[in-house]
């Protein structure tokens, strides 16, 4: 059974002749029969997609002759079946939605922490704070120990989980974190610009994280938005499956819950969906 190598980089630079790359890309896609997403907009780009070597390399191949695009480094995992189902490549106004006008990651990065070095400090027992900055659904599927969540329900909240900030937090080290960094990318500098002065974000985020340091200070697993669902710090499939009605990603243990039905309930929309039933 062949192999599936998934691909996943995203770079902030002033991309132009749109249209055009968005056809000449998914023109390639389809004929390397490649499937997942990539996003354009005038800030850079996002990319999730999944094929055979061959494939992969053809499309990296493309993409470094882009102006801009020549340093892209992706992640890549294997996976024994392809986790995507169709081919989307769309053009948008961020690669990352987050709403906030001035926010210029090309331009004003935040300083990145590399895997190794949060490792080194976490070790070391230096003084700081991790911020996760992903969604609820996601940080309670595993974190890194002691971190602080955002506490938010979509990253376009985070503005709003700025404020409700200890102020004291503006002159500490703030490590912030999310699965393959490009969150931070937009976090960080927001952060900087309300007035947060030691601000560095984990290069490549968590999953680079596994790459290099596995589980380390981590506990539980990092939720993926593919059909794998969950990844382990080995940076394989886990357990963890999607709700269909809610797409609550669940954990093994919560499989065993009477509520949950796969393809109709779980144990977070049970009530939900039974009382519309009974109404």
Known sequence: MPEFINLS????????????LKARLLALTVTSELKGTILL??????LFVAGTRSAADGLMFELRAVAGLAGLTPKESLSAKQPFS???VKIKKEIIAFGVEDIDPAKRPTEKLSARTLKQWLDEGRPLTLLDTRNDYEVRMGTFKGAVPAAIDTFREFPGAVEKLPATLKDQPIVMFCTGGIRCEKAGPYMEKAGFKNVYQLDGGILKYFEECG???????????DYRVGVD??????ASALCFT?????????QSDPRYVPGETCPHCYDRVRTKLLT
Do not use: R, W
Request: charged share 25%.
């Open 9 to 20: 980089v995203y770079q902030f630079t002033p991309l132009a002749d749109l249209p055009e």
């Open 41 to 46: 907009s005038p800030e850079g780009i996002n």
């Open 86 to 88: 169709k081919m989307l």
């Open 215 to 225: 589980g380390a200070h981590y506990e539980g697993e990092c939720f993926v938005f």
């Open 233 to 238: 710090p080995e940076l394989k499939e886990t």
């Open 246 to 254: 809610c797409q609550m990603p669940l954990k093994e243990s919560e």
